[in-house]
């Protein structure tokens, strides 16, 4: 039973992960000898088999029979003590599997003998708690200062009074992962360690803030270097997800190449109103005061505040909150002369950024995201001068 509990193990580890390759490497993690581990992309119930895609995007064929099993289990456990029998027919498209039988020798099938699933909607329920619990315990940033010697990482953070810095010590108990080049979802991240930490990096913290809010001690840290841009767009192609624009900080063309784990937005036209007269030179120092939160929650995913507030109106002055929680929208929805804001890790390539965020609307976007200063604070850069200074767009939720 024990290489079963491993087994369980890496589902729960993956639950949930996408991919948008359309090609399998060589080597696939996500299937053995003995394995295949992924998404069901569809049954035939009459046939008695399930086509399965693993994480590294290899389509496999897993053949059932009288004597499969079917279990059920919770994401993240790793024994089968809260296992519930099921059959066949409970099983949907959407569901993580991990079909245990033979597989043949071109990785193409697999015979199961059990069947261990999570299914699409325990995922989902598990994933939004997590988001939410990053939300209540995260901190977002980004890294200014490293120091090998004691471990500690002094990051750049937006709050209500500008930005300010917040000490963040690293124990050998953090779980510590990272971005690799061109990876665009939070459950990319590979484990990482101090010695990978970087000045500029952004970075997403749970844990907990002191009482004055100078430290953060962490439990998870993600890091990642990346890139956000700004720009007018010139050109869309949906049938390839490609978007040109002309970014505002290099002055030359980008191309933005949209998958389909990319998450778009879209600032509303009565948002943007609501910072009339507030851009770069106009209103509160910086350009970029809090919008006004008339109350009414849109447009905020969810019904929230679009500031991110709590009851009674009062907002937290996180910027990459309030744009997580504008509504979704899709690249039909993006027209030649919007304003967009995309984040990206660094790639090989930059000129083309494979995008992990894409918020688009107009002009005032570009206000919305350039730091408001404290009161005496050196004046940071607008971002149209230097999007990737002091803006954390990046990294994502799970």
Known sequence: MKFLFLFIAILGLVAGA?????????????????????????????????????????????????????????????????????????????????????????????????????????????????????????????????????????????????????????????????????????????????????????????????????????????????????????????ATGEIKIHDLEKKQPLTIVIKSDSVLRRLPAEFAAMMGGRGPGGGEAGGASRPANTGGGSPSAGGGPPNGAGPGGQGRGNIADMLERLPLSSINDIKVGDTILVSSTKGADPTRLTAITLVSGNEMLLALITPRQAPGAAQSPNPAAGLGSGVTFGIGLP
């Open 18 to 238: 996408q991919t948008t390759n359309a090609q399998a490497p060589a080597t696939d993690a996500g299937i053995t000898a003995t394995r295949v581990i992924g998404e069901v992309k569809s049954i035939d119930a009459a046939a008695k088999q399930l086509t399965v895609k693993t994480d590294a995007g290899s389509m496999v064929t897993v053949v059932l029979s009288d004597a499969t099993t079917y279990s059920r289990l919770p994401p993240g456990e790793t024994t089968l003590d809260k296992a519930v029998t099921i059959a066949l027919t409970d099983l949907a498209e959407g569901d993580r599997v991990m079909a245990s039988g033979k597989t043949s020798d071109d990785h193409k099938s697999n015979a199961a003998r059990k069947l261990i699933v999570m299914t699409k909607g325990d995922i989902a329920k598990k994933n939004e708690r997590e988001r939410l619990e990053w939300r209540q315990r995260g901190i977002l940033g980004v890294v200014s200062a490293v120091k090998p010697e004691s471990k500690e990482i002094t990051i750049s953070t937006r709050g209500p009074m500008g930005t300010q810095p917040v000490i963040i010590p690293i124990s050998d108990k953090v779980d510590m992962r990272r971005y690799a080049p061109d990876s665009i979802k939070f459950s990319d991240a590979k484990p990482s360690d101090f010695s990978e930490l970087k000045v500029g990096d952004q970075l997403r913290a749970l844990g907990d803030k002191s009482t004055d809010g100078t430290h953060f001690t962490p439990e998870r840290v993600v890091t990642g270097a990346f890139r956000t841009a700004g720009g007018t767009v010139t050109a869309i192609d949906a």
